[in-house]
């Protein structure tokens, strides 16, 4: 269990392209998480994670949002009061299952890995203006390493349940910008060790 209390936090913003920090008058922060890990057998181990939290700005009269000129169609700040509102990139909830087996297979040891990440919704400004979906996550991959342990091949899937979802919001005086994570990726690779 955890809890913050913040005088003056700092917020960063970015109007006209230039950066600029404000002081959040008072935020606070109070949450649980917890860890589990379990080996089934020595080969095969489960863990999970969650993580729970509550932040918001109890006191931030001076925040920001960005409106649209209806005359030029140029975006600018203009002042909001965020007091009460949720913190930025602060989700509920967030959770992560993962498993892993390994076993002998042609005299080397092949690993089966995979992971499930959940995140609750959230937003990417103190003004409550740009919210993410909540979105889910899967992950997995299969190496085997030789008897020397000298290489390692792998095949490997990211995003595998194809969510479409933002890293990161650019707002500009000429436009609101979105940097996307990637879609459904799988891959394979060759690792070294010398």
């Known amino acids: ?64 949002r960005y409106d649209r000129d209806p005359i030029y169609g140029l975006y600018g700040t203009v002042p909001v009061d965020a007091s009460g509102f949720e913190m930025q990139r602060a989700p509920e909830f967030t959770g992560t299952l993962s498993a892993r087996y390994e076993t002998d297979l042609a005299d080397g040891v092949l690993a089966l890995s995979g992971s499930l990440y959940y995140t609750s919704s959230f937003y990417f400004d103190p003004a409550e203006q740009f919210e993410e979906d909540a979105y889910t996550t899967l992950g997995l991959r299969a190496a085997w390493t030789d008897p020397s342990e000298r290489y390692t091949l792998a095949i490997y899937g990211d995003n595998l349940t194809d969510d479409e979802y933002r890293t990161q919001i650019a707002a500009h005086d000429i436009g609101i910008g979105a940097l996307w994570a990637a879609p459904l990726t799988v891959g394979a690779s060759v690792t070294v060790n010398f």
């Open 1 to 64: 269990a955890f809890y913050y209390d913040y005088s003056n936090l700092q917020v960063a913003y970015y109007p006209a392209g230039q950066a600029f920090t404000l002081n959040a008058a008072s935020s606070e922060i109070f949450g649980l998480e917890a860890q589990a890990r379990y080996a089934v057998t020595p080969e095969f181990q489960v863990s999970i994670s969650g993580a729970w939290v509550d932040a918001e700005y109890d006191d931030f009269p001076n925040s920001y």
